[in-house]
Each structure stands twice: as structure tokens, then as C-alpha cells.
């Protein structure tokens, strides 16, 4: 009698635990198909991580060098990756890059730009900025041979004609924040921070003259003029403000 009763009990305990996983496994798998589906929320200082870029600090560059390479402002930068000043970072950290324009492209755009003919530089119709309080200067003397475009023939700057060996010159007071070859398209770079808002930026040069942390004054030697990658001996100059580049010519002096 024990026996013949146990055993349809042991069935009615089989069934409820597989009757039980049924149930669990219908909610998990539930579950992981609603998971996708809820709609992301951006709080106060929070990253669309489908629009989320980063970069891989490498050895040589500051947080200037890697604002300049992707046209943003190094404040900005510092602050979304909460970076004190006076803004040090380590090789193989990650900058996190939120909704900015790609990188600057290694040589493309630029030799298009300086292997073209000579051409005289347009007149300038707008008006000089009227809240630069700082004294620009030309950082060499020369024809300028390409001016600044944000259009077709991209030129975030100018270039200056000049000679192999000529010394380029601080066009204003400021600060070494990059001093090196690490910015594809640049050649051998010299950026100057002149305030919060101004850098101004020293390409294709043959030696630098200054480093890292060194305090310049206008008109200070800081590189000699080197060639371009289409060996044409010039200066590639732009000045930056709050990390977009600005046409050089409506700040200096005509």
C-alpha cells in the first residue's frame, strides 16, 4: 500500500518542478527581450554611447594636441573627463570625444590644399574682431600662398611662403602647449596658448626651438621654417578660438 501511494505522489512533485522551470525560463527569456527596448535616458551630463568616440592617448600628446586634432575645446575636453588642470594625461588613456566632428584626416585635405598653384590671397570683407584684446603679430614674413577655407578646398589656417632655415616667430604672448610631430598633417607642430579662449598654431617646421611649458613673448623664436609634404618650403599657421579654427587675417595686422 505504501509503495502504490508513494508513487503517484513522486509524479505530482515531478510535474510541479518542471511546470516551475517552465514558468522561470518563460521570464528570463522575457525578460532579455525587453532588455533593448527601453528608451535610453540622458540625465545631466550623460553620453549617448552610440555617439560616444574615444581617444587613445599616445605617447607625446597633450589634451591641447588632442583638442586641436579634433577641432574642440580643450576646457570642454577637460571637463567631460573631469581632468584638472593643468590637464595631464597618460599614455593608453581613454579621452572620451561626445558628439564631435571626426578627426583632422592625415594629408588628404592639406596636400590638395598646399601642392595647388600659388594663388593671391582674396580680400578680406569682415570686420576685425572686436574682442581680441591680444596683440597679434605675423609669426614670419612672407606671401601668403593658400588662405583659410572651411569650404571646398578645406584650410583650417594659412600658408605663409618663407625660406628653409627662416625663424618663425611667437604671434603673440603665451604659453608652449604641444611642441611635436605627433599630429598627422601637421609635420613638426608648435601650438601657443594665449589665453582661455586663443591658441595659435606653427606647422611644417623644419626644427622647434621651444618645448612643452615654456612662456614665450610675441615675437620669439619658436621653430624654423620647414617644406610641406608637396616640398614646398612655408609656414602653416592657424589660430584657434575655443578650439574652432578662425581666419588668421582678421586678427593680424594688415
Known amino acids: ?25 518563460l521570464v528570463a527569456l522575457t525578460g532579455c527581450t525587453n532588455a533593448g527596448n527601453y528608451a535610453p535616458v540622458f540625465g545631466s ?13 599616445q605617447s607625446g600628446e597633450t589634451l591641447y594636441a588632442i583638442a586641436f586634432r579634433y577641432g574642440v575645446d580643450y576646457q570642454g575636453l577637460a571637463k567631460a573627463n573631469r581632468i584638472a588642470p593643468p590637464y595631464v594625461i597618460f599614455v593608453n588613456q581613454k579621452i572620451r570625444l561626445t558628439a564631435i566632428p571626426d578627426p583632422v584626416k592625415a594629408a588628404t585635405k592639406q596636400q590638395k590644399v598646399r601642392s595647388a598653384p600659388a594663388a593671391k590671397p582674396q580680400p578680406v570683407t569682415a570686420t ?42 611667437a604671434a603673440a604672448d603665451g604659453v608652449v602647449v604641444y611642441a611635436g610631430g605627433g599630429l598627422r598633417g601637421y609635420g613638426k607642430l608648435v601650438i601657443v ?22 612662456r614665450v613673448k610675441g615675437g620669439q623664436v619658436v621653430a ?3 617644406s610641406s609634404s608637396a616640398k614646398q618650403e612655408m609656414l602653416h599657421f592657424e589660430i584657434r578660438r575655443n578650439g574652432k579654427p578662425e581666419n588668421p587675417l582678421l586678427y593680424l595686422p594688415r
Open 224 to 226: 624654423e621654417v620647414g
Open 1 to 25: 500500500m505504501i509503495g502504490i501511494a508513494a508513487e503517484p505522489q513522486s509524479i505530482r512533485v515531478s510535474a510541479l518542478r518542471q511546470i516551475s522551470l517552465a514558468v522561470l525560463l
Open 128 to 169: 576685425r574682431p572686436q574682442n581680441s584684446t591680444i596683440s597679434w603679430r605675423w609669426p614670419i614674413k612672407g606671401e601668403v600662398i593658400n588662405v583659410f577655407s572651411l569650404k571646398d578646398r578645406v584650410n583650417k589656417g594659412i600658408d605663409i611662403r618663407g625660406k628653409l632655415g627662416d625663424k618663425v616667430r
Open 193 to 214: 596658448k594665449h589665453s582661455d579662449s586663443f591658441l595659435s598654431a606653427y606647422g611644417y617646421n623644419r626644427e622647434i626651438q621651444v618645448k612643452e611649458g615654456d
Open 45 to 57: 551630463g550623460s553620453i549617448d554611447r552610440q555617439t560616444t568616440k574615444t581617444h587613445i592617448v
